[in-house]
Protein backbone atom coordinates (compact mmCIF):
# COMPACT_ATOMS: atom_id res chain seq x y z
CA UNK A 1 0.00 0.00 0.00
CA UNK A 2 0.89 3.47 -0.38
CA UNK A 3 2.57 5.72 2.39
CA UNK A 4 4.62 7.95 3.94
CA UNK A 5 6.76 6.55 6.82
CA UNK A 6 8.34 9.13 9.48
CA UNK A 7 10.40 8.16 12.62
CA UNK A 8 7.39 8.00 15.25
CA UNK A 9 10.19 8.01 18.14
CA UNK A 10 11.17 11.68 19.36
CA UNK A 11 14.54 13.19 18.47
CA UNK A 12 16.28 14.19 21.57
CA UNK A 13 19.10 16.68 20.35
CA UNK A 14 21.30 19.25 22.70
CA UNK A 15 21.20 22.64 21.40
CA UNK A 16 24.22 23.84 18.83
CA UNK A 17 23.66 20.63 17.10
CA UNK A 18 21.84 19.37 14.08
CA UNK A 19 18.89 17.11 13.71
CA UNK A 20 18.42 15.06 11.12
CA UNK A 21 14.58 13.92 10.44
CA UNK A 22 14.01 11.24 8.07
CA UNK A 23 11.09 11.02 5.52
CA UNK A 24 10.49 7.70 3.65
CA UNK A 25 7.71 6.99 1.05
CA UNK A 26 6.77 3.77 -0.74
CA UNK A 27 4.69 3.31 -4.32
CA UNK A 28 5.08 6.98 -4.79
CA UNK A 29 6.67 8.70 -7.78
CA UNK A 30 5.25 12.54 -6.39
CA UNK A 31 7.06 15.58 -8.18
CA UNK A 32 7.20 17.42 -4.86
CA UNK A 33 7.83 17.23 -1.41
CA UNK A 34 7.32 19.45 1.57
CA UNK A 35 8.12 19.87 5.10
CA UNK A 36 6.00 21.47 7.82
CA UNK A 37 6.32 22.33 11.40
CA UNK A 38 3.45 21.44 13.59
CA UNK A 39 3.74 23.39 17.22
CA UNK A 40 1.33 21.97 20.35
CA UNK A 41 -2.44 22.86 19.62
CA UNK A 42 -1.54 24.22 16.54
CA UNK A 43 -2.10 24.23 12.86
CA UNK A 44 1.01 22.91 10.64
CA UNK A 45 3.18 25.77 9.22
CA UNK A 46 4.83 25.41 5.81
CA UNK A 47 8.64 25.45 5.51
CA UNK A 48 10.36 24.23 2.40
CA UNK A 49 9.11 22.75 -0.58
CA UNK A 50 11.67 20.51 -3.09
CA UNK A 51 10.93 19.27 -6.04
CA UNK A 52 12.21 16.04 -7.65
CA UNK A 53 15.20 17.81 -10.08
CA UNK A 54 16.44 19.18 -6.96
CA UNK A 55 18.26 17.86 -4.53
CA UNK A 56 19.13 19.95 -1.87
CA UNK A 57 16.98 22.90 -0.74
CA UNK A 58 18.29 25.66 1.86
CA UNK A 59 16.46 28.31 4.04
CA UNK A 60 18.07 29.86 6.71
CA UNK A 61 19.35 26.80 9.18
CA UNK A 62 17.23 24.38 7.43
CA UNK A 63 18.01 22.36 4.74
CA UNK A 64 16.07 19.23 2.70
CA UNK A 65 17.47 16.80 0.43
CA UNK A 66 15.49 14.45 -1.63
CA UNK A 67 16.76 11.16 -3.06
CA UNK A 68 13.93 9.99 -5.71
CA UNK A 69 16.10 6.68 -5.84
CA UNK A 70 15.83 5.70 -2.55
CA UNK A 71 12.12 7.35 -1.99
CA UNK A 72 13.26 9.86 0.98
CA UNK A 73 13.92 12.92 1.96
CA UNK A 74 15.73 14.30 4.71
CA UNK A 75 15.09 17.39 6.79
CA UNK A 76 17.75 18.99 8.78
CA UNK A 77 18.24 21.80 11.22
CA UNK A 78 22.09 23.34 11.87
CA UNK A 79 22.73 24.97 14.85
CA UNK A 80 19.45 23.59 16.50
CA UNK A 81 17.95 25.87 18.91
CA UNK A 82 15.14 25.24 21.93
CA UNK A 83 12.70 27.13 19.76
CA UNK A 84 13.11 24.64 17.24
CA UNK A 85 11.14 22.21 19.29
CA UNK A 86 8.37 21.24 17.18
CA UNK A 87 6.96 18.28 15.68
CA UNK A 88 7.57 18.19 11.60
CA UNK A 89 5.49 16.53 8.96
CA UNK A 90 6.10 15.94 5.37
CA UNK A 91 3.76 15.89 2.79
CA UNK A 92 3.62 15.15 -0.85
CA UNK A 93 0.70 14.55 -3.62
CA UNK A 94 0.75 11.23 -4.03
CA UNK A 95 -1.07 11.46 -7.82
CA UNK A 96 1.07 14.20 -9.05
CA UNK A 97 -2.37 16.24 -10.18
CA UNK A 98 -1.79 19.67 -8.56
CA UNK A 99 -1.95 18.87 -4.74
CA UNK A 100 -5.35 18.66 -4.32
CA UNK A 101 -4.85 15.39 -2.79
CA UNK A 102 -1.71 16.10 -0.40
CA UNK A 103 -1.47 13.59 2.44
CA UNK A 104 1.38 13.83 5.26
CA UNK A 105 3.13 11.87 7.27
CA UNK A 106 2.50 11.56 11.15
CA UNK A 107 5.38 13.85 11.88
CA UNK A 108 8.32 12.90 14.35
CA UNK A 109 8.59 15.38 17.16
CA UNK A 110 11.60 16.98 18.14
CA UNK A 111 12.87 18.56 21.53
CA UNK A 112 16.39 20.19 21.61
CA UNK A 113 17.81 20.96 24.92
CA UNK A 114 19.35 23.91 25.96
CA UNK B 1 -2.83 39.43 8.07
CA UNK B 2 -3.33 36.56 5.98
CA UNK B 3 -5.19 33.69 7.13
CA UNK B 4 -7.14 31.14 7.85
CA UNK B 5 -9.97 31.19 10.73
CA UNK B 6 -11.82 28.07 12.24
CA UNK B 7 -14.30 28.25 14.48
CA UNK B 8 -15.66 26.96 17.05
CA UNK B 9 -11.69 26.11 18.06
CA UNK B 10 -13.13 24.11 20.92
CA UNK B 11 -16.69 21.52 21.36
CA UNK B 12 -17.91 18.91 23.34
CA UNK B 13 -21.02 17.77 21.91
CA UNK B 14 -23.28 14.49 21.97
CA UNK B 15 -23.75 11.42 19.91
CA UNK B 16 -26.24 12.87 16.95
CA UNK B 17 -26.54 16.13 17.39
CA UNK B 18 -25.93 17.84 13.84
CA UNK B 19 -22.56 20.70 14.13
CA UNK B 20 -20.87 22.69 11.51
CA UNK B 21 -17.39 24.04 11.99
CA UNK B 22 -17.52 26.91 9.97
CA UNK B 23 -13.37 28.13 7.73
CA UNK B 24 -12.85 31.05 6.05
CA UNK B 25 -9.98 32.33 4.36
CA UNK B 26 -9.19 35.67 2.96
CA UNK B 27 -6.42 34.86 0.65
CA UNK B 28 -8.78 34.98 -2.07
CA UNK B 29 -7.32 31.33 -2.98
CA UNK B 30 -9.19 28.96 -4.78
CA UNK B 31 -8.34 26.05 -2.80
CA UNK B 32 -9.60 24.53 0.35
CA UNK B 33 -9.67 21.16 2.29
CA UNK B 34 -10.48 19.61 5.74
CA UNK B 35 -8.06 17.26 7.19
CA UNK B 36 -8.59 15.37 10.82
CA UNK B 37 -5.40 14.56 12.94
CA UNK B 38 -5.72 12.02 15.37
CA UNK B 39 -2.41 10.55 17.38
CA UNK B 40 -0.58 8.45 15.65
CA UNK B 41 -2.66 8.48 12.21
CA UNK B 42 -1.30 12.17 11.24
CA UNK B 43 -3.63 14.10 8.85
CA UNK B 44 -5.89 12.56 6.70
CA UNK B 45 -7.99 14.73 4.27
CA UNK B 46 -11.45 14.89 4.72
CA UNK B 47 -13.05 16.40 1.82
CA UNK B 48 -11.36 19.49 -0.37
CA UNK B 49 -12.67 22.24 -3.05
CA UNK B 50 -10.64 23.19 -6.04
CA UNK B 51 -13.52 26.09 -6.39
CA UNK B 52 -16.48 27.71 -5.60
CA UNK B 53 -19.17 24.77 -6.00
CA UNK B 54 -16.60 22.04 -6.81
CA UNK B 55 -16.16 19.67 -4.20
CA UNK B 56 -14.37 16.00 -3.81
CA UNK B 57 -13.83 13.57 -1.51
CA UNK B 58 -10.69 12.85 0.60
CA UNK B 59 -9.57 9.44 2.19
CA UNK B 60 -12.33 9.63 5.03
CA UNK B 61 -15.20 11.69 4.05
CA UNK B 62 -17.28 9.18 5.91
CA UNK B 63 -19.97 11.01 8.05
CA UNK B 64 -18.69 14.28 7.10
CA UNK B 65 -20.62 16.95 4.60
CA UNK B 66 -19.07 20.13 3.29
CA UNK B 67 -20.40 23.16 0.97
CA UNK B 68 -18.61 25.75 -0.98
CA UNK B 69 -21.09 28.11 -1.91
CA UNK B 70 -18.67 31.31 -1.34
CA UNK B 71 -15.02 31.59 -2.21
CA UNK B 72 -13.66 32.44 0.92
CA UNK B 73 -15.92 29.77 2.98
CA UNK B 74 -15.61 26.05 3.59
CA UNK B 75 -18.14 24.51 6.32
CA UNK B 76 -17.77 20.88 7.38
CA UNK B 77 -20.78 19.32 8.52
CA UNK B 78 -21.13 16.94 10.55
CA UNK B 79 -24.83 15.89 10.78
CA UNK B 80 -24.83 12.85 12.96
CA UNK B 81 -21.61 13.29 14.70
CA UNK B 82 -20.52 10.14 16.87
CA UNK B 83 -17.49 9.70 18.90
CA UNK B 84 -15.09 8.24 16.25
CA UNK B 85 -15.35 11.82 14.74
CA UNK B 86 -13.64 13.21 18.16
CA UNK B 87 -10.57 14.40 16.48
CA UNK B 88 -8.47 17.79 15.72
CA UNK B 89 -9.80 19.20 12.58
CA UNK B 90 -7.75 21.48 10.52
CA UNK B 91 -9.00 23.52 7.27
CA UNK B 92 -6.16 24.46 5.14
CA UNK B 93 -6.52 26.55 2.00
CA UNK B 94 -3.76 27.45 -1.40
CA UNK B 95 -4.12 29.47 -4.62
CA UNK B 96 -4.21 27.00 -7.40
CA UNK B 97 -1.83 27.52 -10.47
CA UNK B 98 1.61 27.10 -8.76
CA UNK B 99 2.04 23.37 -9.55
CA UNK B 100 2.82 22.82 -6.09
CA UNK B 101 -0.23 23.16 -3.41
CA UNK B 102 1.67 25.01 -0.53
CA UNK B 103 -1.09 24.82 2.42
CA UNK B 104 -1.86 27.37 4.75
CA UNK B 105 -4.00 26.15 7.69
CA UNK B 106 -6.37 26.99 10.06
CA UNK B 107 -5.48 27.16 14.18
CA UNK B 108 -7.85 23.74 14.18
CA UNK B 109 -10.70 23.25 15.99
CA UNK B 110 -10.97 20.38 18.56
CA UNK B 111 -14.27 18.76 18.56
CA UNK B 112 -15.62 15.86 21.19
CA UNK B 113 -18.55 13.54 20.36
CA UNK B 114 -19.43 12.13 23.79
Known amino acids: SQKIEQNSEALNIQEGKTATLTCNYT??????LQWYRQDPGRGPVFLLL?????KEKRKERLKVTFDTTLKQSLFHITASQPADSATYLCALDPTNTGGFKTIFGAGTRLFVKA | EAQVTQNPRYLITVTGKKLTVTCSQN?????MSWYRQDPGLGLRQIYY???????DKGDVPEGYKVSRKEKRNFPLILESPSPNQTSLYFC?????????????FGAGSRLTVL
Open chain 1, 27 to 32: NYSPAY
Open chain 1, 50 to 54: IRENE
Open chain 2, 49 to 55: SMNVEVT
Open chain 2, 92 to 104: ASSPQGSGANVLT
Open chain 2, 27 to 31: MNHEY
